[in-house]
């Protein structure tokens, strides 16, 4: 009899062979048969496990979600205990930044999926509510007035700044230097909303 | 005799019909056979005017660039003479936002040409030096201190904006809500900064 294969355990292989061609070679190359020959398994096999394009893209995607999440945990776990809101605002965003070569990678498939969906908007299902979560709990850590609109800025420069490392615009120094900028304009103008 | 061609007409009807291609089906589908087909011309036609993708790609942004270059341009002849630099920020700033259906055709393509260029940087060749020259044209309209890194972070607020506005991960209130106070507190700053 065959052994029990692990479906969780073949479907991660797939996944990160969809993961390393899209980072490589861009979305344009990820086809099924791209797939199977980078993960060594028959494109039959990629089938069983994804049916659609949609669903590789959405699975590669969910794994770049739950990889920023760790590192932003990690970053998170290095402040020490109560950190300042601003603190942890910054470890929490320049651990999801593409500054190293592994974020770069996933940076890269994120971005890939985001222009992938910009012209399908059903393969983007579920992000909406991840951009909400986010939104709110950023929100909690600013600063008022208008902390929806300042966390939904926040949130835009981060992606910005995301983009522009990834396409060579900025460097890491600049990146860095805007996110410090945009960190104190935004608790300067509560203290000055403080001083009035 | 035939009629002379007019080379840069021909090439701009190729490049519409890759913009066409590139915004209703993404990225991937753009080869040399269906940009023909949506000419209507042959792909040894397309093959004349543009020898490979990158440059397809590359002269598509540049289509992109120009327009986005007239919308602001127009943006701000709306605004009379000596406009405020804060509402000169945000006429160019809502110009260029995926906000209309023409600015949104044009934004796909904008994400996919990002997407695409995020793999292969020697596409992306000029780009940089778009990105230095709206810098500096931001940084001295900010109020100071800072000027550079609050303009680095302006402008990755509005590319994030942008890609939120493609993917609907923020309506267009959301977005403009997001840009207002992100203009509120540039310009709040500088009042904290000159009240010291």
Redesign the interface.
Known sequence: MPKKVDRHERRTLIADALMRVA??????A?SLRHVANEAGVSPGMVQHYFRTKDEMMAFAMTVVRERNQARVTEAISRLGEQPAPRALLRAMITAVLPLTEESRID??VA??F????????DA?AG??AD?QQMLGFMAGLLPGP?R???A??L???????G??L?????TAE??L??????L???F??S???E?R
């Open positions: 980072a490589r070679q861009g979305m344009e990820v940076g890269r971005l890939a985001l222009a992938y969906t910009a012209v399908r908007p983007a992000i909406g951009t208008d929806d609109g300042r939904a800025g949130l835009a420069l981060m992606e910005g700044l983009v522009y990834l396409g060579g615009h900025y600049q990146a230097a805007a996110l410090d900028a945009q104190d304009i935004v300067a103008a203290d000055l909303a001083a």
